[in-house]
């Protein structure tokens, strides 16, 4: 009788770990050893795609063990505060857009201020852009915890970087937009301009290159832009490496085209964690639920470590990197509770929000009709 290969006994342990862990873990809880264990069976799995077919485990089983493991979508509780808070968004939004749109026409100027040594992060566009996210995650409830800005290096001082980050949540370009020293541009899936509101800001502050993920010379012509932004412009990219929000809160399989990027624009890679995001707004719920979040940025990885590498073997590498991350800065003690100093900022931003609203719509109506009438 054959023995049976060292993946699979691996594998088996693990298998008997998950499952005394499942019989008493709370359900829906994240929890650091929650997150060791995906690590450890992820890497079993890069181990086991080089077995031979008849040493492999079979694929049944390993994605048993990775259901156990993921992070069951938690149920939004509505009541008359979210309502009030999905309402209180909208103004804001309907609030923001003449301001955004009117700043927007400014974007020629763009090349007049970096030609006088403004660095990108101080140009108007971007001023307004991070103030917009800050002020939406207000109005929307959500506090963010930011740590490890000090793994940015020279990415604080203007150089260029390809961010890449953990996409769990509808949540994470705006707060990572709000609150990252660094400023970002964004590729994206090209239907976000077609979202109301959102998408026609994207389009007039060129902050997100929209990518066809069907078709693969218009995806290329998307990285080439990108590529032209870093190199030329020196502006910063960033883009997730799943290519889509993880249904599980699971870092998820990579895409290859953020690691032709990175290769392509030969500057450090910024991995970027997120916590308690897809807790507020997993994909598939309509709107976030309040509470908080930590952003955590990893230490980058520079061009020297990378550049023999080819795309494969970089996104093994960095994926390699940011699991182990994941499961190493798993905050210890982390309510999601709002703190008090933020609660008061939330409910006087919505109530900031409704007055605002009111009074310019209504002197808007009244400028219009006597110029009508």
């Given at each position: 009788?054959?023995?049976?290969?060292?993946?699979?006994?691996?594998?088996?342990?693990?298998?008997?770990?998950?499952?005394?862990?499942?019989?008493?873990?709370?359900?829906?809880?994240?929890?650091?050893?929650?997150?060791?264990?995906?690590?450890?069976?992820?890497?079993?799995?890069?181990?086991?795609?080089?077995?031979g077919q008849e040493d492999a485990v079979p694929a049944e089983r390993i994605q048993a063990v990775q259901k156990l493991l993921?992070?069951?979508?938690?149920k939004a509780k509505m009541g008359i505060l979210p309502v009030i808070r999905i309402l209180a968004t909208t103004c804001a939004f309907l609030l923001a857009w003449p301001f955004m749109m009117f700043i927007a026409l400014l974007r020629p100027l763009h090349l007049l201020w970096r030609q006088v040594g403004c660095q990108p992060g101080k140009l108007p566009g971007d001023i307004s852009q991070r103030w917009f996210g800050k002020y939406l995650l207000v109005v929307l409830g959500v506090e963010v915890i930011v740590r490890g800005t000090e793994n940015l290096?020279?990415?604080?001082?203007?150089?260029?970087?390809?961010?890449?980050?953990?996409?769990?949540?509808?949540?994470?370009?705006?707060?990572?937009?709000?609150?990252?020293?660094?400023?970002?541009k964004w590729i994206g899936k090209k239907s976000i301009y077609l979202v109301p509101f959102f998408g026609a800001l994207a389009l007039a502050f060129d902050s997100i290159i929209g990518i066809d993920r069907s078709n693969i010379q218009q995806a290329i012509k998307s990285l080439e832009k990108a590529r032209k932004k870093v190199q030329e412009t020196r502006r910063s990219i960033a883009i997730s490496p799943e290519g889509t929000r993880s249904k599980s809160g699971q870092i998820q399989e990579f895409k290859k085209g953020a690691f032709h990027l990175a290769l392509a624009c030969k500057v450090p890679i910024s991995p970027i964690?997120?916590?308690?995001?897809?807790?507020?707004?997993?994909?598939g719920q309509a709107m976030p639920i309040s509470g908080r979040v930590i952003a955590q940025f990893c230490p980058q990885i520079p061009p020297s470590e990378y550049v023999h590498l080819d795309h494969n073997e970089l996104m093994e590498?960095?994926?390699?990197?940011?699991?182990?991350?994941?499961?190493?800065?798993?905050?210890?003690?982390?309510?999601?509770?709002?703190?008090?100093?933020?609660?008061?900022?939330?409910?006087?931003?919505?109530?900031?929000?409704?007055?605002?609203?009111?009074?310019?719509?209504?002197?808007?109506?009244?400028?219009?009709?006597?110029?009508?009438?």
């Amino acid at each position: 009788k054959k023995m049976p290969s060292d993946c699979t006994l691996q594998f088996t342990k693990l298998e008997q770990r998950v499952n005394e862990w499942a019989r008493t873990a709370i359900p829906g809880e994240d929890s650091k050893l929650r997150r060791g264990l995906w690590k450890e069976l992820q890497y079993l799995k890069y181990d086991n795609a080089k077995e031979g077919q008849e040493d492999a485990v079979p694929a049944e089983r390993i994605q048993a063990v990775q259901k156990l493991l993921e992070v069951p979508r938690p149920k939004a509780k509505m009541g008359i505060l979210p309502v009030i808070r999905i309402l209180a968004t909208t103004c804001a939004f309907l609030l923001a857009w003449p301001f955004m749109m009117f700043i927007a026409l400014l974007r020629p100027l763009h090349l007049l201020w970096r030609q006088v040594g403004c660095q990108p992060g101080k140009l108007p566009g971007d001023i307004s852009q991070r103030w917009f996210g800050k002020y939406l995650l207000v109005v929307l409830g959500v506090e963010v915890i930011v740590r490890g800005t000090e793994n940015l290096k020279g990415s604080l001082k203007g150089d260029p970087t390809v961010g890449l980050f953990q996409h769990t949540s509808n949540l994470d370009g705006i707060f990572l937009c709000s609150i990252s020293p660094v400023t970002f541009k964004w590729i994206g899936k090209k239907s976000i301009y077609l979202v109301p509101f959102f998408g026609a800001l994207a389009l007039a502050f060129d902050s997100i290159i929209g990518i066809d993920r069907s078709n693969i010379q218009q995806a290329i012509k998307s990285l080439e832009k990108a590529r032209k932004k870093v190199q030329e412009t020196r502006r910063s990219i960033a883009i997730s490496p799943e290519g889509t929000r993880s249904k599980s809160g699971q870092i998820q399989e990579f895409k290859k085209g953020a690691f032709h990027l990175a290769l392509a624009c030969k500057v450090p890679i910024s991995p970027i964690l997120s916590y308690g995001a897809y807790d507020l707004w997993p994909p598939g719920q309509a709107m976030p639920i309040s509470g908080r979040v930590i952003a955590q940025f990893c230490p980058q990885i520079p061009p020297s470590e990378y550049v023999h590498l080819d795309h494969n073997e970089l996104m093994e590498k960095v994926r390699r990197q940011m699991l182990d991350e994941s499961e190493k800065y798993f905050p210890t003690n982390f309510s999601r509770e709002l703190s008090p100093s933020f609660k008061i900022k939330h409910y006087f931003a919505i109530i900031f929000t409704f007055i605002s609203f009111f009074w310019f719509y209504s002197s808007a109506w009244s400028l219009v009709r006597s110029l009508l009438w």
